[in-house]
C-alpha cells in the first residue's frame, strides 16, 4: 500500500499518559476529608486539642524549583519511576514535554488531532486495508501496531505517576496560561479531553472504508463523525481501545464519586 494510504496515530502514546497522570491527581486530591466531631469532651479543664487534619498525599509533594527550560531533563529523570517499559523513555526524547502535553490535551479537548505536537510516535510497518466489492477492510493486523501504545500505557506506576503530576503541576499551570487562557484551570479543559477518549466507540466487525485520492475514509458516516482526536484512539482497534478505556473510565468513576 502506498505511502499515503497509511493512517497514522502519531503522539497517542502521550496523550494517553498525561490524561492518566492527571486523572490520578485528581483521585489524590478529591478525596473527602475525615469528619471533624461536632462536639468535643472536656476533662478537667484541660484545653481542646482538635484532631489534626491528616495531610493529603497532594501537600507532602513538594513542587520542584526549575525552570521550563530545565524541565525536559529533570522530566526524564523520573520516567524510569512510572515504567518499566524501556520505551517511555525512548518516545520522551522529544523537546518541550510540557508545552507538548499541554497543547495536545487542550487539542483533544476541542476534538483536534494533537498531532503536530507530539510526532515522535509513528507505528511500526504499514496500514493494511484488504480490497472488497468497491469498498476496503482494514485488516486486523493493523490494529496490533498500537500495541506498544497500550502496553505502555497499562505498565504506568499510579503512585510514581500523582507524585510526578505534582512536583511538575506550577509549570503545567504555566504553559497552559502561556497558551492563550490566562483565566482558565488546565483541569477543566483535561476533564473534556478525557471524556473526548471515553466516547470512542468500541467495534468488533469489520471496518469498511472508502479509497480517497490520498486517503481512506470511514464509510459509516457516524464513525466519519468522529472527531479527528477520536479517530486516533478509533484506530487502534477494538482490543487497545477497550483497554484504555477500561482504565481510563475506572479512574474517572472514582473521580466522580
Same mark, same amino acid.
Not at 478537667?44 to 525536559?72: A, F, G, H, Q, R
Not at 479509497?211 to 477494538?238: C, N, T
Given at each position: ?37 461536632? %462536639?468535643? =469532651? ?8 482538635? $484532631?489534626?487534619?491528616? &495531610?493529603?498525599?497532594? +501537600? *507532602? ?96 506506576? %499510579?503512585? =510514581? ?8 503541576? $506550577?509549570?503545567?499551570? &504555566?504553559?497552559?496560561? +502561556? *497558551? ?78
Amino acid at each position: 500500500m502506498e505511502e499515503k494510504k497509511k493512517v497514522i496515530l502519531t503522539g497517542a502514546l502521550f496523550i494517553l499518559i498525561v490524561v492518566a497522570v492527571v486523572l490520578i491527581y485528581y483521585l489524590v486530591t478529591h478525596k473527602k476529608s475525615s469528619d471533624v466531631p461536632e %462536639t468535643l =469532651e472536656i476533662i478537667e479543664e484541660e484545653p481542646v486539642k482538635l $484532631p489534626e487534619k491528616e &495531610k493529603s498525599e497532594s +501537600e *507532602l509533594i513538594e513542587p520542584l524549583n526549575v525552570t521550563m527550560e530545565e524541565s525536559d531533563k529533570v522530566l526524564r529523570d523520573f520516567l524510569g519511576d512510572i515504567s518499566s517499559d524501556p520505551r517511555l523513555s525512548e518516545w520522551m526524547r522529544m523537546d518541550h514535554i510540557i508545552k507538548s502535553f499541554v497543547a495536545a490535551v487542550d487539542n483533544i479537548a476541542n476534538g483536534l488531532s494533537p498531532r503536530k505536537q507530539v510526532n515522535f510516535f509513528e507505528p511500526k510497518g504499514e496500514f493494511l486495508a484488504e480490497k472488497k466489492g468497491e469498498h476496503y477492510i482494514i485488516d486486523e493486523d493493523s490494529y496490533k501496531r498500537y500495541d506498544p501504545v497500550a502496553n505502555v500505557f497499562d505498565s504506568i506506576n %499510579t503512585n =510514581e505517576s500523582v507524585i510526578l503530576y505534582h512536583r511538575f503541576k $506550577p509549570l503545567i499551570q &504555566k504553559a497552559y496560561e +502561556e *497558551l492563550g487562557y490566562p483565566d482558565k484551570d488546565f483541569d477543566n479543559t483535561l476533564k473534556r479531553a478525557i471524556k473526548e477518549l471515553l466516547a470512542v466507540p468500541v467495534l468488533e466487525e469489520e471496518i469498511v472504508l472508502i479509497s480517497k485520492l490520498k486517503s481512506f475514509e470511514l464509510y459509516d458516516s457516524e464513525l466519519e463523525g468522529l472527531s479527528q482526536a477520536q479517530k486516533h484512539l478509533f484506530r487502534m482497534g477494538p482490543e487497545n481501545i477497550r483497554k484504555i478505556q477500561q482504565k481510563l473510565r475506572e479512574l474517572y468513576e472514582e473521580l466522580n464519586d
